[in-house]
Each structure stands twice: as C-alpha cells, then as structure tokens.
C-alpha cells in the first residue's frame, strides 16, 4: 500500500463520513443487540457520532500516515466508555463493524490501509490496560492547583482568582503559578471526560483560568523588549486556546512582543497576520489529530507569504508523533511552554 493510496483512503473518509457512519452505526445495532439496549431509543444518534469521530480520526491518521494517532484516539475513547458504564466490548464490536462496512464500501485498491490501521488500534485495546487513578496519582497532582479547581468548581471564581495573585505576592513564581492553572485545566477535561462534571462546569473552570492569567500577565515583570515578534493561533477548529495563550504569554515575559490570536483561526487570516505583524517566529497549536490538516494548510500558506519567520508547532496533537513536525514543513516542535521559549530564541537567532 503506498502512500498515495492511503491519502486517497483518507480523502474519501473525508468526503463521505456521514455516509459511513450511518452504515457502521446499523450494522452494529444489527450485529450486537447490547449496542441498543444500552442504549435504549437514543442508540443510532449515539453511534452515528461516535463513528462520526473515529471515522474523521482514522481520516487524519491515514493523511499523515501515522497509525499510532488513531490508536492513540480509540484507546482514549474506552476511557470515555468506561466511564460512561458502556462495555469495553462495544467499542471493539464497533471498530470491527467500521473495519467491514469499509471493505465493503471503499475501492479495493485504498481499503488496505485502514483495516491495517484499525487492526492496529484493536491489538492496542488488547494489550494496554487502563488503570484507575490512583491515592499516588492525586497527591502528584500539585495541590495549589487542586486547590484553585476545587474552589471554583464551588463556584468562588473571584477568590480562586485572588488564591494566584497571593501566591504570586508570595514568592512562587510565576511559571509555578502558571503550571498550576494547566494542572488544573487538565484537570478538569479528565474530569469531563469520565462524565464527573457537566460542560458548564468545565467552561466556568476555564473561563476562570482566562481571568486569571489575564491578571497575571498584566502584572508581570517583563524583560526588555528584544525587537521580535511572535504570532500564536489555535488553529481552525481548535477552540481549546489556554495553552497557546500560556505559552504566549511566556513569551512575552521574555522580552518578546506577543500577539496571540486566540482559537479556532482560519489558516488564511493566520498568514495575513503573520505578514501584517511581520513576525518572527509563528507558533501554531493543534488538540486533535483530526486539526493536523489545519495545520498543514496553515504552515502552507505562512511560507506562501514569504515571511521571514520561523513555524513551531505543538500542542496534544504532536503528543504521540512529536516527530511529525518535519513532515509537516514545520522548523519545530515544543512540549512545554518553556520548552518553547528556549526553542524560540535558537531558531530566531539563527535567521
């Protein structure tokens, strides 16, 4: 199977997922009973997403030819069917009723890969083990950002606020402080993600953490500015934007002028404000693997611009093939805010 096939597989995953989801969703409620008395009259609707978002993963994992991004997924979405009390064996059943229904439908010529791909993932949910968090794992968790999610999730959004500036005012510094409202908002998606709390919940929590950073920021010391510039974007369909914006705002502690762009940006007005900025070096996050093709396109159209500036990309996409970003056109890749800054300064410093 070549690598033009696969492409042409992801390409008509693509085009055609509602189509397949559909498929998928019936055979399996005609195949496994339990996949409907599980869920009662609302099982087709739950299906058709769940292979809605496996179809779209198994897409973004083909196109980068990458089959540990769809593994990757599949074993985080037992989490989620755990969680929820539904049989790990469904989501099996359920790979197995995708992987037919593609033979089926797919030309024979691109209908290899992705059976290799999900042969992979099934071997994956057989050899891997999900553990419950343990009394270890909590007291890993630094406790002044427990602290501050416990109190908003009480609903005391100004005080848990008030808790990082003190903490600040203290001594702790600030990268500290900032570690602590990522700890917090990993957090709290864990959370989410075994159904502990609701999307308000997880949405008042992060809402928090912006108010917060926003103070601190402002507050900062700062180092002289250097004379550089760098653009960070969430790319498009990425709204989950509070990592971007810490490292941006690390950034900009060291002397950098930081433009942050936010979440959910078309790559089209990222490279007309990269030009617009005349940055220096773009940072680009991507949260799912079904976002690495807005990234591509988005590092395409930055070198279409012919700036003179330097692509870092990062972010949980990377997170199982950070080595993808050669692949992808990018001049690196960086796991952690600080990580980034250090990366930043010998890539800028050596245009």
């Keep these: 199977m070549t690598n033009d096939d696969s492409s042409m597989a992801a390409e008509l995953l693509a ?13 399996l409620l005609e195949k496994v009973p339990e996949a409907k008395l599980k869920l009662g009259d609302n099982a087709f609707r739950h299906w058709k997403e769940h292979f809605t978002e496996r179809i779209r993963e198994l897409s973004a994992a083909l196109s980068e030819n ?18 929820r009390a539904l049989p790990e064996t469904l989501l099996r059943d359920s790979l197995q009723c995708l992987d037919e229904v593609l033979q089926e439908e797919l030309p024979a010529f ?59 005012d203290q001594g702790i510094a600030l990268p500290e402080i900032y570690r602590a409202l990522s700890v917090a908002q990993f957090e709290v998606g864990r959370m989410w993600h075994h159904a502990a709390i609701n999307i308000a919940e997880e949405h008042l929590v992060t809402f928090t953490t912006e108010r917060a950073m926003a103070v601190l920021a402002f507050q900062a010391d700062k180092k002289e500015r250097n004379g550089l510039t760098v653009v960070s974007a969430a790319v498009a369909n990425n709204a989950h934007d509070i990592g ?65 500036c330097k692509i870092m990309v990062g972010g949980s996409a990377f997170s199982d093939a950070p080595d993808m970003w050669e692949q992808m056109g990018a001049d690196g890749y960086a796991a952690n805010p600080s990580e980034a800054v250090e990366l930043g300064n010998r890539l800028t410093l050596s245009q």
Excluded: H
């Design 15 to 27: 085009v055609s997922t509602t189509a397949y989801a559909a498929y998928s969703s019936n055979r």
């Design 66 to 83: 990458q089959p540990v991004l769809f593994t990757s997924r599949v074993i985080w979405s037992r989490e989620a069917f755990i969680a």
């Design 110 to 168: 691109c209908a290899q890969s992705p059976s290799e791909f999900i042969a992979a993932a099934l071997n994956s949910l057989e050899q891997s083990v999900t553990e419950s968090p343990t009394e270890a794992d909590v007291d890993a968790i630094p406790k002044l950002g427990l602290q501050y999610l416990k109190m908003v999730l009480e609903g005391d959004s100004g005080q848990a606020v008030q808790l990082m500036i003190d903490k600040r």
């Design 244 to 308: 971007i914006r810490v490292v941006s705002d690390f950034f900009e502690f060291e002397g950098w002028r930081a433009v942050c762009l936010g979440g959910d940006l078309p790559a089209k007005d990222i490279a007309s404000a990269v030009k617009w900025m005349d940055a220096s070096l773009v940072l680009l996050s991507a949260s799912l693997s079904t976002q690495l093709v807005e990234v591509r396109e988005a590092i395409k159209l930055v070198r279409d611009t012919e700036a003179d």
